[in-house]
């Protein structure tokens, strides 16, 4: 016979749940702070939480084919995804059925390497080839191979890339397409090869305040990440026109001190006798010039 679990009493907003295990709780709390009461009204009234609750809240192969049937429906749909076969599967399927934007935050390098890996910018090239007026941006951690990758993407494929500086504190990929549909993919471990290994707990949501919830993160985290790069470049022209400053400052101060001998020997000319009037002549217009040459460098 098996042994039976012993359940675990925890209060949580101030009702009181069993759950048979910690993971169930920590999976709770993370869900209910999620979607407050549209997590309330998925669980429905039960007071006790299961591990089978969970396996329920796994689709099988029949609840991930009704996910793609709903989606262009009106249907608000929330599902929660276990299989990362499926979640890679849906996020494919769901680039091909875009129209107007794709939007895709990598909170790791890492992230971006494997969906490389697994075929994903080769099928961002067969989503632009079909429609070009699709508006693609990715924002991701950049390392050098990102780097190089981003110029390319950007050059025959238009795709705007945005260099995620700081580690979001977002543990998770987000797949946002035409502001309708979201899929977030909890980070379980960057140190993984592929995705399959790397990623936990996925969701998908059609709910209007859900999805405009991820956009309205993805599109401030952009902004301050352009914000970011304007002020790079104007510090960049800041600290070029002070190299032009201290060059120009040099080149006065090197005029200053030729100028200097120039109008002390004139004027030790000028004091001496000369043959002809020419000569006096000369050395006062060398006298002149050198002295309003001096005044326009102090000016300067």
């Known amino acids: ?71 262009g429906t009106t249907n608000e749909t929330f599902k929660i995804i276990k299989d990362p076969v499926q979640v890679q599967e849906l996020a494919f399927h769901l680039g091909k059925l875009s129209k107007n934007e794709i939007l895709i935050l990598f909170s790791t390098a890492n992230a971006f390497h494997r969906q490389e890996r697994m075929g994903a910018l080769v099928k961002l090239q067969e989503i632009r080839e079909n429609n070009d007026k699709i508006k693609i941006r990715i924002l991701t951690p950049f390392d050098k191979d990102i780097h190089s990758i981003s110029k390319k993407l950007k050059n025959e494929l238009n795709v705007e890339m945005m260099n995620l500086r700081e580690q979001s504190r977002i543990r998770a990929s987000v797949l946002l397409v035409d502001r309708k549909f979201a899929l977030y993919v909890e980070l379980k471990d960057d140190t993984k090869y592929t995705s399959y290994e790397a990623i936990g707990l996925s969701i998908f949501s059609s709910i209007r305040s859900t999805v405009i919830s991820y956009v309205t993160i993805f599109e401030t985290m952009w902004k301050q990440e352009q914000v970011y790069q304007e002020l790079s470049e104007l510090q960049k022209q800041v600290k070029s026109q002070e190299v032009i400053n201290i060059e120009l400052n040099n080149t006065i101060a090197d005029l200053k001190h030729s100028i200097k001998p120039i109008v002390a020997l004139s004027n030790v000319m000028r004091s001496k006798k000369f043959d002809s009037e020419d000569q006096v002549e000369f050395v006062d217009i060398i006298t002149k010039n050198a002295r309003k040459l001096e005044k326009i460098v102090d000016d300067v």
């Open 1 to 71: 016979m098996f042994e039976k679990k012993k359940s675990i009493l925890e209060e949580i907003d101030g009702n009181q749940y069993l759950f048979d295990s910690k993971v169930c709780i920590s999976m709770f709390r993370r869900l209910a702070n999620l979607y407050g009461n549209e997590f309330k009204n998925f669980i429905g009234n039960e007071q006790y939480v299961s591990d089978v609750f969970w396996d329920k809240a796994i689709p099988k192969e029949q609840e991930f084919d009704e996910i793609k049937n709903e989606i």
